[in-house]
Every structure is written in C-alpha cells, then in structure tokens.
C-alpha cells in the first residue's frame, strides 16, 4: 500500500532562502524489507557455499571451501541457510494470503497481457525505434519477471534439494538415476540464478536507475513518475488504495488467521520433515538363537579310503586385504582427516561422518557410500569392478580381517 509523505528542501528565489517539499510515496512496508534483507541473505550464502561444492576440483572452490573451514562445515552452513530460505517461503506465502485476503490489495504482481506490450515497446524504445518508453504500473514487467523466477527457482531447488539431501529415501520412490538428475538440475538452477543476478538485476535496479525502495520503503514523486507512472495517476486520483474500516478487517482477520495458521503448520511440517527425513541408520537383525553344538558320545570311525579332496574355500574380502587399502588409494585425498569422514582405520570407515554412518554391514544398498559412488559423478569414483566388490564386501557383513 502507497503513502505519501513530504520532506521540506532550501531553495533560492530572487535571493531570497524559500521552502519547497519533495513528495515521496510509501511502496514497502517494514516486513517486506526484512523479507528481501533476508532473501539476499540467503542467496549469497547459498551460492557462496554451494557453487563450490559444484566446482570442487577448482583451486578457486578449494580454497573457499578451506576459508569456510572444509567441504563438511561448508555444506552444513549450505544446509541451514537453505532452511533459512525455505522458512522465509513460508512467511511469505501467509503474509501475501493476508495481504490479498484481508486488505484486499490487488494481483498486480500477477503478469499480463499489458506485460508483453510493455516488453515489446521497451525493447523497441531501447533500438530507437520507439520515441517514448511504455508507462507501468505498481511492478513493471521486469519486477515481475524477477519475482516469478525466484519463486519457479526456489521450487526448483527445493525439490532436487531433498533429492540430495536425502538419497537413499528418494530411492526408495523413484529410480536411482533421478538422483544425479537432480544433482545437475539443483547445480544448474544455481548457476542461472547466479547470472541472471549479476547481469540482469544489477543492471536494472543499480546501474540503469539505483532504486533504493527497497532500503528506505519509499520512491519521490520524480522517480515516480520515471518507474511507475500509472500507479502515481492511481494515486493522485485516489483510487490505488482500497480503504478498510476496522470492523471489516477484523471480521476478515478472525476468518484468515485460523485458515492461515494450519496453512503454516503444514508447511512447517513439511520442512521439518524435509531435514529429518532420511534414515542413515538400518536396524540390525535379531541375534540368531544359540543352539548346542553337536558332540558324538563315540569318536568317528577313521575313513578306510582317503577322503576325496574339496576345493578350497573362497577368500572372503576383507577391509585389510581389499577394501582398505583400496579406500586408502581413491579417497585417502579428500577423506582423511579434513572432510569429517575418514578411512584411515577400519573403525573410523565405520563411524561415518557427523551425518552418521555411510557403511551398514549386510546391507549394501542402505549404505551411503554405495549410493553415493552409484551416481557415477563421484570425485573419488570407483570403477564398475571396484564397487561390485565393495557391495559384496558390504552384504558379508564388512568382515575386517
């Protein structure tokens, strides 16, 4: 909702001091300058800590990762900020239902057909085919294009987010090949992000006009009439603000604020379930019932023909003859003591990492470490042989000797 406020200035006339005001017109509350504070808040951090998880073989992504204090702290500050942003959608969704459902404000952020017409001018008016730029309204096309593609982006991201976040459930209703599917479409939405940022917003809001409104809440009647003409006619003839009497909004309110609070509790639920959802851990079978063993009250009689030779058994693959030192040539690089998951020592291999065990004995395909290594992209990436052994390792139990 716009309100108009004035600011006195000194002018000269006839040398004489005189007083003039500078109308200035209110577009942004305080909480919508919060939400956009935070929303950039978030962005940054997740693109600082995330494009380097995509880049890792880079020196540049190394070494950010290193000032962010190795690849696991890194990718928890990636986690949290990404709650951050997923919790800011949230209040954004229920502040927007109040402000359409109770105060009654207009879609205008919803495009339209005057959008086109107004990109088609502009870009008319940008070749010197056009003599005038087109006059917009409260959000011009650009505004609108930049809100809706950083709400499809957040969905985006959202969704193959949980994706990686959690594999081995995503796994569970979906074929194992969306998992790098998502891995890719999760790392090309950032790089998108990241670009149409750099090039399109700075451009549009820093350097073609600096548009503080976000900062201050307010634009002057003169940047007014540059960005938003329509809306400033709206506004002079008294039409651009619907006013609602006290009984109205509470009677609206007493109807919203229950709708809106099961509304935001689903939602909550929903990203509640989102960070604790995977299962790292698989319970362990029951522990097989001893039995007596089996002694004869007289010794066997000795065989009268020498016994017919059987072939010897199969050596069983073993952490310190196969899957050590196999982990020591492929990952000792990057887990060894600095990424919060070892395979130095067989016990540390079994501890995980501080999101828990990625080795489940008897259970190759609950272990994250055969997940991981079956999306093919991993740096550290075992061969087809390789992997079939460490899963035949891991169904027998991940013997270490």
């Given at each position: 909702m716009?309100?108009?406020?004035t600011?006195?200035q000194?002018?000269a006339e006839?040398?004489q001091?005189?007083?003039?005001?500078?109308r200035?017109?209110?577009?942004?509350a305080?909480?919508?300058q919060?939400?956009?504070?935070?929303?950039?808040l978030?962005?940054?951090?997740l693109a600082?800590?995330?494009?380097?998880q995509k880049?890792?073989?880079a020196?540049?992504?190394?070494?950010?990762?290193?000032?962010?204090g190795?690849i696991?702290?890194?990718r928890?500050?990636?986690?949290y900020?990404?709650i951050?942003l997923?919790?800011?959608a949230?209040?954004?969704?229920?502040?927007?239902?109040y402000r359409v459902f109770?105060?009654?404000?207009?879609l205008t952020?919803?495009?339209s057909?005057?959008d086109?017409r107004?990109a088609?001018?502009?870009?008319?008016?940008?070749?010197?085919?056009?003599?005038?730029?087109?006059?917009?309204?409260?959000y011009?096309?650009?505004?609108?294009?930049e809100y809706w593609?950083l709400?499809?982006?957040?969905i985006?991201?959202?969704?193959?987010?949980?994706?990686?976040?959690n594999?081995?459930a995503?796994?569970?209703?979906?074929?194992?090949?969306?998992i790098?599917?998502a891995?890719?479409?999760?790392?090309?939405?950032a790089?998108?992000a990241?670009?149409?940022?750099?090039?399109?917003?700075?451009y549009?809001?820093?350097l073609?006009?600096?548009?503080?409104?976000?900062?201050?809440?307010?634009l002057t009647e003169?940047?007014m009439?540059h960005?938003?003409?329509?809306e400033l006619?709206?506004?002079?003839?008294?039409?651009a603000v619907r006013?609602v009497d006290?009984?109205?909004?509470r009677k609206r309110?007493?109807?919203?604020f229950?709708i809106?609070g099961?509304?935001?509790?689903i939602?909550?639920?929903?990203?509640?379930?989102f960070v604790?959802?995977?299962?790292?851990?698989?319970?362990?079978?029951p522990?097989a019932?001893?039995a007596?063993?089996?002694v004869?009250?007289?010794p066997?009689p000795?065989?009268?023909t020498?016994?017919?030779?059987t072939?010897a058994?199969?050596?069983?693959?073993t952490?310190?003859?196969f899957?050590g030192?196999?982990?020591q040539?492929?990952?000792?690089?990057?887990?060894g003591?600095?990424?919060?998951?070892?395979?130095?020592?067989y016990?540390?291999?079994?501890?995980?990492s501080?999101n828990?065990?990625?080795?489940v004995p008897?259970d190759a395909n609950a272990?994250?470490?055969?997940?991981?290594?079956s999306?093919?992209t991993?740096?550290?990436?075992l061969?087809?042989?390789?992997?079939?052994?460490?899963?035949?390792?891991?169904q027998?139990?991940a013997?270490?000797k």
């Amino acid at each position: 909702m716009s309100t108009t406020t004035t600011q006195p200035q000194q002018i000269a006339e006839e040398g004489q001091p005189a007083v003039r005001t500078t109308r200035t017109y209110r577009r942004f509350a305080l909480s919508q300058q919060i939400e956009h504070g935070l929303v950039i808040l978030a962005f940054v951090t997740l693109a600082l800590t995330g494009l380097p998880q995509k880049y890792a073989g880079a020196a540049w992504a190394e070494a950010m990762i290193g000032l962010f204090g190795g690849i696991e702290r890194t990718r928890l500050i990636h986690h949290y900020t990404a709650i951050l942003l997923m919790l800011e959608a949230v209040y954004h969704i229920v502040a927007v239902g109040y402000r359409v459902f109770v105060r009654h404000v207009g879609l205008t952020m919803l495009p339209s057909l005057m959008d086109v017409r107004d990109a088609w001018q502009t870009l008319l008016y940008n070749l010197g085919l056009a003599r005038q730029r087109p006059q917009m309204g409260r959000y011009t096309f650009e505004e609108k294009v930049e809100y809706w593609s950083l709400v499809w982006g957040t969905i985006i991201m959202i969704v193959t987010g949980f994706m990686m976040w959690n594999p081995i459930a995503t796994a569970r209703f979906l074929p194992g090949q969306f998992i790098p599917a998502a891995k890719a479409a999760h790392g090309g939405e950032a790089l998108l992000a990241v670009l149409a940022i750099i090039i399109w917003h700075m451009y549009h809001v820093h350097l073609r006009h600096f548009n503080k409104s976000m900062w201050t809440g307010s634009l002057t009647e003169e940047e007014m009439i540059h960005e938003h003409p329509l809306e400033l006619a709206d506004l002079k003839a008294g039409v651009a603000v619907r006013p609602v009497d006290r009984a109205t909004l509470r009677k609206r309110q007493a109807v919203y604020f229950p709708i809106a609070g099961v509304v935001a509790a689903i939602l909550l639920l929903g990203v509640y379930y989102f960070v604790t959802f995977e299962q790292t851990a698989v319970a362990t079978a029951p522990e097989a019932e001893r039995a007596p063993v089996y002694v004869p009250q007289t010794p066997t009689p000795l065989p009268t023909t020498a016994p017919t030779p059987t072939a010897a058994p199969v050596a069983r693959l073993t952490w310190v003859d196969f899957a050590g030192p196999l982990f020591q040539q492929k990952c000792s690089k990057c887990h060894g003591t600095i990424m919060g998951l070892s395979f130095a020592t067989y016990a540390d291999a079994l501890k995980g990492s501080q999101n828990g065990p990625v080795i489940v004995p008897g259970d190759a395909n609950a272990s994250k470490l055969v997940v991981v290594q079956s999306t093919g992209t991993h740096p550290g990436q075992l061969s087809g042989d390789e992997l079939a052994k460490i899963k035949e390792w891991i169904q027998q139990g991940a013997p270490e000797k």
